[in-house]
């Protein structure tokens, strides 16, 4: 692929994929669903998403939709801009941003949108879709980090808090005004992620897989599985690796 490259789609049923390059998904119209690494969102105008190279992910709608899709090098990206996207891979588009779509959206579809356009336009981009409120201050994104690296331990809004240095009514409020979540429900994602990338890059039990991410037992791992995204770890394994190779 060229260091930049802009395409418009359309998406109905699920279709899953994975590239060495990372990928705006921009919506214009209607709704679609994205599933990252296990992690679903439900994208529109209002909200984009970043997929990080690599990373296995499914997309799909009910209902008509289009949408930009940026690939490219993140390599050629500023380290703060790229860490900032890869901080918040779901987040809403400010006005400034959706100004910009809507015209990388009428000059894609009039086929004007030339190399020298992208190359001007991306930066600008990625620009606009940063500078929201989701930097992360640095204690929370140190915590993060380290559980992150440890998504086996017995983590609980008490234990998270005390690594962050925060009170847990404090991190409860920093989690939903950074990351709009919860401490726990960021945990269960964050763990359905690692679980997700382990079954399709390596070839673990399942059952020790559950242990690594932090469940009590391999069926506790399936009902979370089931519960958060309607598949068994071993039907996302099959799925996934054969899709992949």
Not at 108 to 114: D, H, K, L, T, V
Not at 117 to 135: G, K
Not at 162 to 171: D, E
Request: glycine share 4%; aromatic share 6%; proline share 7%.
């Amino acid at each position: 692929m060229n260091p930049t490259e802009i395409d418009l789609r359309s998406y109905d049923d699920p279709f899953s994929d994975a590239h060495d390059f990372a990928q705006m998904v921009l919506p214009l119209r209607g709704k679609l669903t994205l599933d990252i690494n296990g992690q679903g969102e439900l994208l529109h105008p209002l909200r984009a998403a970043f997929i990080a190279p690599g990373l296995v992910h499914t997309q799909f709608s009910h209902e008509p939709n289009a949408s930009l899709i940026l690939d490219f090098d993140l390599s050629a990206v500023q380290p703060e801009t790229a860490g900032l996207l890869a901080a918040r891979p779901f987040a809403p588009v400010s006005a400034a941003a959706s100004k910009l779509i809507d015209f990388m959206g009428m000059l894609q579809a009039q086929g004007a949108a030339s190399v020298g356009v992208l190359a001007n336009w991306t930066p600008l981009l990625l620009e606009s879709l940063t500078q929201q409120p989701i930097r992360l201050a640095s204690r929370l994104q140190a915590a993060l980090t380290q559980f992150e690296a440890s998504p086996g331990k017995p983590w609980n809004a008490e234990s998270m808090a005390q690594v962050a240095c925060l009170s847990v009514s404090r991190l409860h409020r920093v989690f939903r005004y950074e990351l709009d979540t919860t401490p726990l429900a960021w945990l269960n994602a964050m763990r359905l992620r690692f679980v997700c990338r382990q079954l399709v890059e390596s070839s673990l039990p399942i059952a020790q897989l559950a242990t690594l991410a932090g469940y009590a037992d391999q069926s506790a791992l399936t009902h979370a599985m089931r519960r958060a995204m309607d598949i068994t770890p071993l039907a996302y394994r099959k799925q996934n690796q054969t899709k992949i190779r």
